[in-house]
């Protein structure tokens, strides 16, 4: 399993940290996938369409010997098992699986694009990212997006919600 992927989780419908523990099992559950790390997981209001109950969204490292496309297919699976129904752009779901980042690789298709696109311009995205590894750098530049972070005006609508208990809180510690 060479290549390290980070995915970003969110929800707002339901019970959102069974929500969040179930993503992470059946990921967890693939042969595939090694989840490497966990963030805390942070409370945010919506963006994009507000009126609409506040986000838990965390970030997860993972090793995979899957590709960019497969690892999306995989994403959309959880998704899917977990009941997400798109009914509008920015809608509320009860799970949202993205990857952010694919390796230090650069991916444009049509189903993906790698770095995630809006992913510099949302703190509810970067917090927990740079909490897992704060000397990350956006592929193809050496500016970490610590300093991407420093620089945003809605950082603060990201509030600490459960901070991370370590992997305990996800049953991954059973090794």
Not at 16 to 41: C, F, G, P, Y
Not at 58 to 74: D, P, R
Not at 138 to 164: A, T
């Amino acid at each position: 399993m060479n290549n390290r992927a980070f995915l970003s989780l969110g929800t707002n419908i339901g019970d959102r940290l069974a929500n969040l523990q179930m993503a992470i099992h059946l990921l967890h559950s693939q042969d595939v996938i090694t989840i490497e790390k966990l963030s805390s997981i942070y409370e945010t209001e919506p963006v994009g369409y507000t009126d609409q109950p506040a986000f838990l969204n965390m970030v997860i490292q993972i090793s995979t010997s899957l590709s960019a496309e497969e690892l999306l297919e995989l994403c959309l699976s959880v998704e899917q098992k977990l009941g997400r129904v798109r009914e509008f752009r920015w809608g509320p779901r009860i799970i949202d699986l993205d990857i952010l980042l694919y390796n230090q690789d650069n991916i444009e298709s049509e189903k993906l694009i790698v770095p995630h696109p809006r992913m510099h311009e949302r703190a509810f995205v970067l917090v927990p990212l740079i909490e897992i590894d704060p000397t990350i750098c956006f592929p193809g530049s050496d500016r970490p997006l610590e300093k991407v972070l420093s620089s945003m005006q809605e950082r603060e609508g990201v509030r600490l919600w459960k901070p991370n208990s370590g992997e305990e809180g996800f049953g991954l510690s059973e090794s």
